[in-house]
C-alpha cells in the first residue's frame, strides 16, 4: 500500500499571513512568524538581527543622525545632546531659555549654512549645525505642533492646532503675519508630511488636505485644498511617513493606510497583527530606503517590550513580526556604511570584536530610554537571545489528513520545539500540542507520530537563535469526507 500523498510545501514568497480563514493561507505564506523577516533574494524567513548597546545616556526621547554624530533630546533631564559615534563622546548643547521639552522631529534648513532644525511641539524652533556648543532658540518661530521644508520655507501647523503657518523664502528667522492659513473646520490639525512635486499632506480630524506651493507674496505662498471627507484619524504626528509619492500613515482604528494624493487604501493583511495595544504604545512609523521596508513600532510598557510590523512597500507583503526586549523610543535608518570604530568601555559581551566589514550592516540605530542600540549579526538583544517562532501554512486536503511525516528545509543552530495544531471546524482559534525537541540540523526529517485524523493541520517550530526555513514536504494520510461522517 502506498504510504500516503506527498505535499510539497514551496518556499513562502508571499510573506506572513495571521489570523485569517485557513483556506484562504496561500501555500507559499508563513501563518505566522515571530522574529523573523522574509528575504527576497533567496525566498526565505530568517532571523532578524539582534542588537547590541552601543552607549548609555539619561532618559532620551527622539532623535536625529547627521553625518556621524546623534543629535539627542532627553526630556526628564531637559538637554539636548550632541553624542558622537566615532569618539563615543556626548555634550550638551542646549538653549539657556529652554526648561523642558516635547518630543521632537527634525528637519534640515540651508541659510548660510547648513542647520538641523528641532520641532517639539512645545517650544519655539531651535537650530544648530554640526560642530556648535549650543543650540538657539529662534525666536520669531510660532510653537509648531508639526512642521517641514517646503519651496525654500518653514511651514507647520502651529500651536492653535487650526493655522498653517510659514516662514518669509529663504529666511527661517522670518515669519510675516500674513504668511497663515486657517482651517477651522478641520477640528484639528494633527501632522504635515511631504508628499511630491512641491505638495505636501496635512492630516487632520476631518479628513485630509493637500497644501500646494504657488508663486506670490508670503500671504499667498500655499494654497490648501481638502481632497477627502473625514477618515480614520491619523494616530498621532509621528505615524505618517513619505515614501516614493505617497504617504503611509497608522490610523486609530489600528490600520495602515496608503495616500498618494487622492485616495486613501488600507493595507489589508497588515490588520490582524497590529493588536490592541498599539493604541497605548505611543507608536511611530519609519521608512528603510535600502530595503523598502517601512516599520511600524509600537511599545508595550507594562511588559517592557516593544512589537515591530514590517511592511515590505516594493513586493506587497508582510515581511515581520519582530518583539523586542525594551521599549523603543526612535529608530534611525542610514543609506551608507558609517564606518564606526566601536570602542566601549561598557559593552556587555567584551569578547566581541567587530571588523571594519561588519559596520557595512550595523547602520541602524535603536534608541531605548537610556541607551542607543544598533543591530548586529550575533543573534542575541543586548544579553537576551532572540527566540523565534514559525508556524507553516495549513496542510490540508479534499476531506481528512493525518500526518506521517514531515521534513523541513532549514539552517538552525539551536534545537527545535515542534508542536502540532489540528482544527476540525476552520473558523475556531487554533490550539497547539508539544510534540518533541529536535536537532534539525543533523534529521530533519520529522517522524510525528500523528494518531487522528482533523480537516487542517498546523506545524509550529519554536528555537532560539539562528534559524532560516526555506520550505519542505509532508506525508499525509487522506480520507474522504464520508468515512468521516461515518466515523
Known amino acids: 500500500m502506498p504510504r500516503g500523498k506527498e505535499i510539497l510545501i514551496p518556499l513562502p514568497r508571499k510573506g506572513i499571513t495571521c489570523k485569517i480563514p485557513y483556506n484562504d493561507v496561500p501555500p507559499d505564506s508563513i501563518f505566522y512568524a515571530e522574529n523573523m523577516f522574509f528575504d527576497v533574494s533567496d525566498g526565505?524567513?530568517?532571523?532578524?538581527?539582534?542588537?547590541?548597546?552601543?552607549?548609555?545616556?539619561?532618559?532620551?526621547?527622539?532623535?536625529?543622525?547627521?553625518?556621524d554624530e546623534f543629535y539627542l533630546v532627553a526630556n526628564t533631564d531637559k538637554k539636548i545632546y550632541s553624542y558622537n559615534l566615532n569618539q563615543n563622546s556626548s555634550v550638551g548643547i542646549t538653549p539657556s531659555e529652554i526648561t523642558s521639552f516635547g518630543k521632537a522631529k527634525y528637519f534640515l534648513y540651508f541659510q548660510t549654512n547648513l542647520y538641523i532644525v528641532m520641532c517639539d511641539g512645545k517650544n519655539k524652533l531651535i537650530r544648530w549645525k554640526k560642530g556648535d556648543t549650543t543650540a538657539t532658540v529662534i525666536e520669531n518661530s510660532p510653537v509648531f505642533v508639526d512642521a517641514i521644508?517646503?519651496?525654500?520655507?518653514?511651514?507647520?501647523?502651529?500651536?492653535?492646532?487650526?493655522?498653517?503657518?510659514?516662514?518669509?523664502?529663504?529666511?527661517?528667522?522670518?515669519?510675516?503675519?500674513?504668511?497663515?492659513?486657517?482651517i477651522p473646520e478641520a477640528e484639528e490639525l494633527i501632522a504635515i508630511c511631504p508628499l511630491k512635486h512641491n505638495v505636501s499632506a496635512l492630516y487632520s480630524k476631518q479628513g485630509i488636505y493637500l497644501v500646494y506651493s504657488q508663486p506670490g507674496t508670503d500671504a499667498s505662498a500655499f494654497r490648501v485644498e481638502k481632497v477627502t471627507d473625514k477618515i480614520p484619524d491619523i494616530m498621532n504626528r509621528f505615524c505618517v511617513v513619505s515614501v516614493q509619492g505617497v504617504n503611509f500613515y497608522l490610523g486609530r482604528d489600528r490600520k495602515l493606510y496608503m495616500f498618494d494624493g487622492g485616495r486613501v487604501?488600507?493595507?489589508?493583511?497588515?490588520?490582524?497583527?497590529?493588536?490592541?495595544?498599539?493604541?497605548?504604545?505611543?507608536?511611530?512609523?519609519?521608512?528603510?530606503?535600502?530595503?523598502?521596508?517601512?516599520?511600524?513600532?509600537?511599545?508595550?510598557?507594562?511588559?517592557?517590550?516593544?512589537?515591530?510590523v514590517v511592511y515590505d512597500f516594493r513586493n506587497n507583503i508582510c515581511a515581520g513580526y519582530l518583539i523586542y526586549p525594551y521599549v523603543i523610543n526612535d529608530w534611525i535608518f542610514t543609506f551608507a556604511i558609517t564606518k564606526l570604530v566601536w570602542k566601549d568601555a561598557n559593552m556587555l559581551w567584551s569578547d566581541a570584536n567587530f571588523t571594519w566589514e561588519d559596520?557595512?550592516?550595523?547602520?541602524?540605530?535603536?534608541?531605548?530610554?537610556?541607551?542607543?542600540?544598533?543591530?548586529?549579526?550575533l543573534k542575541k538583544d543586548d544579553v537576551y537571545d532572540i527566540i523565534v517562532e514559525l508556524i507553516l501554512p495549513p496542510l490540508v486536503s479534499s476531506g481528512d489528513v493525518m500526518v506521517e511525516n514531515i521534513e523541513l528545509f532549514v539552517k538552525n543552530n539551536n534545537p527545535v520545539s515542534v508542536y502540532l495544531g489540528r482544527v476540525d471546524n476552520l473558523v475556531e482559534n487554533v490550539a497547539f500540542s508539544y510534540l518533541k525537541d529536535v536537532d534539525l540540523a543533523t534529521n530533519p526529517i520529522l517522524n510525528l507520530l500523528t494518531d487522528r485524523y482533523a480537516r487542517t493541520v498546523f506545524i509550529k517550530c519554536k528555537t532560539k537563535g539562528n534559524f532560516e526555513y526555506y520550505g519542505g514536504r509532508a506525508f499525509v494520510y487522506e480520507r474522504p469526507v464520508m468515512q468521516r461522517e461515518m466515523a
Open 149 to 182: 521644508v517646503q519651496t525654500s520655507r518653514i511651514i507647520g501647523i502651529d500651536d492653535t492646532k487650526i493655522r498653517l503657518r510659514w516662514s518669509s523664502v529663504y529666511d527661517m528667522n522670518t515669519y510675516p503675519e500674513t504668511a497663515y492659513i486657517a
Open 359 to 377: 559596520t557595512a550592516f550595523r547602520n541602524n540605530f535603536l534608541l531605548t530610554s537610556n541607551k542607543i542600540y544598533t543591530e548586529t549579526g
Open 44 to 67: 526565505s524567513f530568517k532571523t532578524r538581527k539582534g542588537t547590541y548597546p552601543i552607549t548609555k545616556l539619561p532618559s532620551i526621547s527622539g532623535s536625529y543622525l547627521y553625518d
Open 265 to 308: 487604501v488600507e493595507i489589508t493583511f497588515l490588520r490582524s497583527l497590529l493588536d490592541v495595544s498599539v493604541l497605548h504604545g505611543s507608536p511611530f512609523i519609519k521608512y528603510n530606503p535600502t530595503s523598502d521596508w517601512i516599520y511600524i513600532v509600537w511599545s508595550v510598557p507594562f511588559e517592557n517590550k516593544s512589537k515591530a
